[in-house]
């Protein structure tokens, strides 16, 4: 896992920031002063220098309360906003490929890159599917992207994903608003999958579902990444879930990442006075 050669993703510097900035912004805004939003000139630091490495085959946990930049962050990976700063490189997982920068892409390229080698699964379901669709529909909108054209190859497909995230296949021309909470996360799921991607995002997939539906959502997660060796990157302001998911994790308060390292670790042993405070609520 430590295999320089094995990483998938490395940012370096990245930064979002909304708003012109101004010369008292860093000592204004930070962990240390409890704000991501500059007093005198109103600019929102929402992600400042962030930087980290994901391995082939690894699952990082963001983790971080409400205002803290870890959805900024993951939006930044997922391509949908553009940084003020910095650098996302990625690397196909094979020994030889080559690291492109995703933010230096055109827009064509961006479109293109992020249906074929991104996934994500959103925290709510209408913001990765479009609710007008039926399920085998939603899936298939990103097979087609993914220049996928004979139809009877698609349904294929769908029906594959579906059985694999434990979706009834007979319903592939339901409405979604037929499904619960928690099959329409399986829904997402599917569809983030299609593709193969290189990584998956996954951003709150847990909140708002009950226990029980949280811990099969949680099951299949794992299992997934367990017989695929998917890469993951995964936001949550839910230690829990963090702790059953991530090897590593990366802790965020206004707009900074404040301790990075083994999840183990940092349940463990926080150092930083934000992280025992979020273990310490936790426990």
């Known amino acids: ?13 990245l930064t979002k920031r909304y708003g012109l900035g101004c010369p008292r912004c860093a000592e204004s805004t930070g962990p240390d002063h409890g704000s991501s939003q500059c007093p005198f000139c109103q600019t929102v630091h929402a992600c400042v220098n962030a930087g980290f490495t994901l391995y082939q085959g690894e699952v990082l946990g963001i983790v971080g309360e409400s205002g803290s930049g870890k959805s900024t962050l993951m939006q930044l990976i997922n391509l949908t906003i553009n940084p003020t700063a910095g650098e996302i490189w990625y690397r196909e997982p094979t020994q030889d490929s080559t690291a492109m920068n995703l933010v230096t892409m055109d827009g064509f390229t961006r479109r293109h890159f992020r249906n074929d080698r991104l996934g994500i699964v959103h925290q709510r379901p209408e913001l990765g599917l479009n609710m007008r669709f039926s399920v085998g529909g939603n899936v298939a909108e990103k097979l087609l992207l993914a220049n996928w054209r004979h139809i009877g190859r698609i349904r294929e497909r769908i029906t594959e994903l579906m059985i694999q995230t434990e979706l009834p296949p007979e319903r592939i021309d339901d409405d ?18 299609s593709s193969n991607p290189g990584l998956l995002l996954l951003d709150e997939v847990t909140s708002g579902l009950d226990l029980s539906v949280q811990a099969r959502v949680l099951d299949l997660i794992r299992r997934i990444q367990w017989e695929q060796k998917m890469t993951m990157l995964l936001v949550s302001h839910d230690l829990g879930v963090i702790k059953q998911l991530a090897r590593r994790t990366i802790v965020m308060k206004n707009g900074f990442i404040v301790e990075s390292g083994l999840t183990d670790q940092i349940l463990e042993d926080p150092q930083h006075p934000y992280t025992q405070l979020l273990v310490s609520s936790a426990l």
């Open 1 to 13: 896992m430590t295999d320089v050669a094995s990483w998938v993703l490395n940012v370096t510097g």
């Open 176 to 193: 979604p608003n037929t499904f619960s909470g928690g099959m329409l996360q399986r829904v997402q799921i599917a569809k983030a999958l």
